[in-house]
């Protein structure tokens, strides 16, 4: 019998296959754009699914909120969005074709390989205190080099927009 | 309820989503009311402020305006400019609905009552304007007009940006109450105000203050409402839409206003915390809520009748360069009070009243100047004569 588990898992896969078809396949580029925020919110859903809700809220947060809203600041900059109907040629030659066929073909490879800890899509219980401890505890010196590096991404950003305004 | 349906011989399904159908709507209607409700409260103060009447004319009092308007805007025609992008526009006042009526699942309205209590509800409730900047970039885009799009991309540079600002003023309160639930932060709080978040100790309040600025930012009112600045944009990124769609538009603002206030008040002002000896009369729990949510309301429409609009780049350095550091500053803050906290408990018994020591004393003091004004303007009114 279907649960409500499933129905849901379905609805999110129906966002997610029919907004990905929109991105690649649309001609117009920002539609594209728009459509990849559904794929994210999407994705989401697959994460509540687990029982992962702080990663699902974080995933809407940093992805479907800045990281999705930048790239479509960005696509609004690029130079062939005058011609909205064209901007996003949906075929680009051979080479194309064989990098997204071998990506597809190591993508397959590597699920069939791979052993999935947990297949349930039942609710496992808060997990932002298990998160909290695993980061601050378990792999504190990774999380500090990552925050490190991103400090010292942003200061390099800020560094060349300087430099920019400057010259 | 629901046992007493599945005894029927009702599905467990269907009575679960009959539940969450009538819960939904109630959240919804109840919403639509209010926020034309606060189209009459504010342009009521507002007339007020300027030394006019504004609406008085429909219903007692002007009350029933806002349903005059509504009848209006249903019977515009709904225009689509030429050279629009058709999907885009028609589907941006949807998403900008969803993303403002989303935060109602984890609203509270009382003590306890809320439509889900998420463990994640505050982290949600901050994530889910992903769909209101979205909705503007898309009505910004696709109106096809240099205005619209200008007020859409301010609208997402400015949301985008106050969002962390937002986020880092929650987190003290949330290190406080050491709880992501909504429930769990207002259980965290008591009734008195020197029990409130905000009141907890001086980070807290820097928070408090950063939050509510933020907010402001992040729901476009003044004095941060750049995307919809009059006299540069015309109307910002919905100038383009009339009839029902501009109505949404209208309604999704004044119920951000709503959700402003509410999570304003649960977080830091104690939400609907009742003493010890009134909390069996659960029902003046909402009342004390709903109070306290139209109070912040009220100061935010008073805000806005009161400040003159920021420039683009001053409000980007607000954020950035104030805002943010400020923020750091209070959570580092916390953390440490926290840590002194764990060790001397009395600091808590005392910090709490001082601060809403201080904090009455600033109020009287505005009091003392209002009155002063006051004063003199008489004194000028009446040499006049």
């Not at chain 1, 129905?7 to 594209?32: D, K, T």
């Not at chain 2, 225009?79 to 006042?93: Q, V, Y």
């Not at chain 2, 008591?190 to 001086?202: C, E, I, T, V």
């Not at chain 2, 750091?328 to 953390?335: E, S, T």
Request: net charge neutral; glycine share 8%; charged share 10%.
């Amino acid at each position: 019998m279907i649960g409500i588990p499933e129905i849901f898992f379905y609805i999110f896969c129906a966002l997610i296959f029919g907004s990905s078809l929109l991105v690649v396949f649309s001609y117009n580029l920002l539609r594209s754009a728009f459509a990849l925020f559904f794929v994210l919110f999407g994705i989401a859903g697959f994460y509540v699914l687990l029982g992962g809700d702080f990663l699902a809220v974080i995933q809407i947060m940093v992805y479907a909120g800045g990281i999705n809203i930048l790239l479509i600041f960005g696509t609004m900059m690029t130079g062939s969005i005058s011609q909205p109907e064209t901007s996003n040629p949906s075929f680009q030659g051979i080479l194309t074709l064989i990098g997204g066929g071998g990506l597809l073909l190591i993508l397959l490879i590597i699920l069939n390989h791979t052993t999935w800890p947990s297949q349930s899509l039942i609710d496992h219980g808060p997990t932002t205190k298990q998160i909290g401890q695993l980061l601050l505890r378990n792999y504190i010196l990774p999380f500090e080099v990552i925050s490190f590096l991103l400090v010292a991404a942003m200061v390099g950003a800020i560094v060349l927009i300087n430099k920019g305004e400057r010259s | 309820m629901e046992a007493f349906a599945v005894s029927l011989g009702v599905h467990i399904y269907l009575v679960k989503a009959i539940i969450m159908f009538i819960i939904a709507a109630l959240s919804v209607t109840f919403m639509a009311v209010i926020s034309g409700l606060t189209t009459w409260f504010e342009r009521r103060i507002a007339g007020r402020m300027q030394s006019r009447i504004g609406p008085n004319r429909v219903g007692p009092q002007g009350l029933l305006q806002f349903v005059a308007d509504a009848v209006k805007l249903f019977m515009k025609e709904d225009l689509i400019p030429k050279g629009a992008d058709r999907l885009l526009f028609k589907m941006s006042p949807y998403l900008c609905m969803i993303g403002v009526f989303a935060p109602f699942v984890v609203l509270p309205w009382g003590m306890g009552i809320i439509a889900a209590d998420l463990n994640v509800g505050v982290l949600y409730l901050i994530s889910i304007t992903a769909l209101v900047v979205v909705g503007t970039l898309m009505a910004g885009w696709g109106s096809n007009n240099k205005w619209s799009l200008l007020g859409g991309m301010r609208s997402a540079a400015q949301i985008v940006s106050y969002e962390i600002p937002v986020a880092m003023g929650l987190l003290p309160s949330i290190l406080f109450a050491g709880s992501l639930s909504m429930i769990g932060l207002m259980n965290a709080q008591g009734w008195a105000p020197w029990q409130w978040s905000a009141f907890q100790n001086p980070f807290t309040m820097i928070a408090f203050l950063i939050f509510f600025t933020g907010s402001l930012a992040e729901g476009n009112r003044v004095p941060f409402d750049l995307p919809e600045a009059e006299s540069e944009l015309v109307s910002g990124f919905n100038t383009e839409y009339s009839g029902f769609r501009f109505a949404v538009y209208f309604l999704a603002e004044w119920a951000n206003l709503y959700v402003i206030g509410a999570l304003t008040t649960a977080v830091f002002l104690g939400g609907g915390n009742l003493p010890e000896a009134l909390q069996p009369y659960w029902y003046l729990s909402i009342f004390l809520f709903l109070l306290k949510t139209f109070f912040i309301m009220f100061v935010i429409i008073w805000l806005r009748w009161t400040l003159p609009r920021f420039r683009i780049d001053q409000l980007m350095d607000l954020s950035w360069k104030y805002l943010l550091p400020l923020s750091f500053i209070a959570f580092f803050g916390q953390a440490v009070y926290m840590l002194i906290d764990h060790q001397f408990p009395v600091i808590d018994m005392v910090t709490g009243p001082i601060m809403f020591l201080i904090f009455l004393l600033v109020l009287l003091k505005f009091f003392y100047r209002v009155a002063i004004n006051f004063r003199e303007q008489n004194k000028t009114v009446n040499t006049r004569a």
